[in-house]
Nanobody
Framework: QLQLVESGGDLVQPGGSLRLSCALS????????IGWFRQAPEKGREGASC????????DYPDTVKDRFIVSTEGAKRTVYLQMSNLQPGDTGIYYC????????????????????WGRGTLVSVST
């Protein structure tokens, strides 16, 4: 059974750093991507990063580029999102997601292409 379990959300001051983790289990395909999406209070969900688990390429929106880094470890059982210089605008629930893709086309990195969502972890940036 496919599972994505997020952890690491916390309250942090502006300018601080935080690392989120997403524990993966139940994957049988090599062609999938792990995306982090977030949802601020009273706003829609938006992408925060994506990691192609086949070739380990990454993608970030401009809002987090140079501040967020997505990575995994050798066994690919956990995906991390290292966040630095956090600002109040980064507050929200962070969801770990997966997208299974055709190797001839690669991942779409769009919310509509997500196949499975984790339950989320709350990140609060405030004084």
């Amino acid at each position: 059974q496919l599972q994505l379990v997020e952890s690491g959300g916390d309250l942090v001051q502006p300018g601080g750093s935080l690392r989120l983790s997403c524990a993966l289990s139940g994957f049988t395909s090599d062609h999938y991507a792990i995306g982090w999406f977030r949802q601020a209070p009273e706003k829609g969900r938006e992408g925060a990063s994506c990691l192609n688990m086949n070739d380990l390429t990454t993608d970030y929106p401009d809002t987090v580029k140079d501040r967020f880094i997505v990575s995994t470890e050798g066994a690919k059982r956990t995906v991390y999102l290292q966040m630095s210089n956090l600002q109040p605008g980064d507050t929200g629930i962070y969801y770990c997601t997966t997208e299974f893709f055709d190797p001839d086309f690669g991942p779409a990195y769009q919310m509509g292409s997500v196949n499975f969502w984790g339950r989320g972890t709350l990140v609060s940036v405030s004084t």
